[in-house]
């Protein structure tokens, strides 16, 4: 029996290439605003997703009416732009070897055993909460622990003296942070506290601070769905650098150009120099490596 679509699948392949702008009766689709994304979607990062799809449609447009525009001059019969054409050729065809070929190869219990390995890999690091009060004097920072440790709430504290713009308003509060996100005096202050105690003041560049460390605790490894598309990435980029190499070797490959050729040789020898080297080294360390004698075995008791 011959398998047709569900009327839902249908539904699903129509919404994903919907038509949805015609200039002169031609339309403009889903998956080609979704080309323009990938191509502009930085820039307009900070638009609603409203106005983004507004602004990439309108981009779409002019994109359209300036190609029709060179089409009636005949733009597209010149030598320059069927060279042009020919390199976005190529690089189109690459870009789908790596995302379908390369990228698409990829296995995703290949990269969660990369994962696992660098988790075991991972020393736990701690990450700290915390409030803090920052103030123009010693004098001022003194007169403010004063009235912590005597029972006043911190955080108001914080909003009525900080001169923080950033946390005052939140009380203080600065979140969760890991060791070498704040500076080495406060940092060093925080490393020395228990949660709930507060610390003598400090000086940096800032002024003075009171500080109320409200948690310390380990922090928590990324998840693999955290850090999947970067590990496939990498994995991909590995087996383009294998292809790539493996395709040069089988290619014939002569530089022309003097100056590439010149450069290309020197930075070959370079290279070769460097891995050289690096042999030497190894090979090296490899002699230099003493194992430690075998442990003696026990002596035979006396009968």
């Given at each position: 029996m011959l398998a047709l679509p569900t009327p839902a699948a249908v539904a699903q392949e129509a919404a994903v290439d919907a038509v949805v702008v015609t200039i002169d009766g031609k339309p403009i689709t889903q998956s080609q605003l979704k080309l323009a994304e990938e191509e502009i979607g930085s820039e307009l990062n900070s638009l609603p997703e409203n106005d983004k799809r507004r602004a990439l449609a309108e981009y779409l447009i002019d994109n359209t009416l300036f190609a029709n525009a060179a089409l009636a001059e005949k733009l597209d019969e010149t030598a320059e732009f069927k060279n042009y054409m020919a390199y976005l050729n190529q690089r189109a065809l690459r870009e789908q070897y790596f995302e379908k070929s390369l990228k698409g190869a990829v296995d995703e219990e290949e990269a969660k055993k990369i994962y696992f390995s660098r988790l075991k890999q991972m020393r736990p690091e701690e990450e700290f909460s915390a409030r803090h009060i920052l103030v123009n004097s010693e004098d001022k920072a003194k007169e403010i622990r004063a009235k912590v440790v005597g029972g006043e709430d911190f955080a108001k504290l914080a909003k009525e003296n900080s001169i923080d713009p950033v946390s005052k308003e939140d009380g203080g509060d600065l979140g969760y942070f890991g060791v070498g996100q704040m500076l080495p005096e406060f940092e060093n202050a925080i490393l020395k506290l228990k949660a709930g105690d507060i610390s003598e003041p400090i000086k940096t560049a800032y002024g003075w601070h009171v500080i109320k460390l409200e948690d310390r605790r380990k922090k928590a490894p990324p998840t693999f769905e955290q850090v999947r598309d970067n590990i496939?990435?990498?994995?991909?980029?590995?087996?383009?650098?294998?292809?790539?190499?493996?395709?040069?070797?089988?290619?014939?490959?002569?530089?022309?150009?003097?100056?590439?050729?010149?450069?290309?040789?020197?930075?070959?020898?370079?290279?070769?120099?460097?891995?050289?080297?690096?042999?030497?080294?190894?090979?090296?360390?490899?002699?230099?490596?003493?194992?430690?004698?075998?442990?003696?075995?026990?002596?035979?008791?006396?009968?």
């Open positions: 496939i990435n990498s994995l991909a980029i590995h087996k383009a650098q294998e292809k790539s190499s493996d395709l040069r070797n089988k290619a014939k490959i002569e530089y022309v150009d003097p100056e590439i050729k010149k450069t290309v040789e020197e930075h070959n020898k370079k290279r070769e120099e460097a891995l050289a080297a690096a042999r030497k080294q190894a090979e090296e360390a490899k002699k230099n490596d003493v194992s430690p004698p075998p442990a003696a075995a026990p002596a035979e008791e006396k009968k």
